[in-house]
Nanobody, 122 residues
Framework: VQLQASGGGLVQPGGSLRLSCVTS????????TGWFRQAPGKEREEVLC??????YHGDFERGRLLISRDSSKNTVYLQMNSVNVDDTAVYYC??????????????????WGEGTQVTVSS
């Protein structure tokens, strides 16, 4: 199993960014896949997770950050809209068989990609 996150960069407050996570070695429909982030000096935070059975939404305004997946491309996306400085973090994608609720706060989720840095600044 491999996951490769990309798409990070510098974005202005109020702007948009889409992160991609290309996966291999498993079938997306059979796995929970999620996005996590860690800001400097803060603990890792679960942003969004999706599986065939459930969806986890982190503590932020609904609709501002969106997760989607394209099984034909083995890719999971994180669409970030109306970003603000609090979105500055390293973003990671992760996956595990089953449902998002099997991995509360990402604990025990087995497969992780390397992070991609998102910096929100004017």
């Amino acid at each position: 199993v491999q996951l490769q996150a990309s798409g990070g960069g510098l974005v202005q407050p109020g702007g948009s960014l889409r992160l991609s996570c290309v996966t291999s070695g498993f079938t997306l429909d059979d796995y929970a896949t999620g996005w996590f982030r860690q800001a400097p000096g803060k603990e890792r935070e679960e942003v969004l997770c999706v599986s065939d059975s459930d969806l986890y939404h982190g503590d932020f305004e609904r609709g501002r950050l969106l997760i989607s997946r394209d099984s034909s491309k083995n890719t999971v996306y994180l669409q970030m809209n109306s970003v603000n400085v609090d979105d500055t973090a390293v973003y990671y994608c992760a996956a595990g068989s089953g449902k998002c609720s099997d991995y509360p706060e990402g604990r025990s989720i087995p497969y992780w990609g390397e992070g991609t840095q998102v910096t929100v600044s004017s």
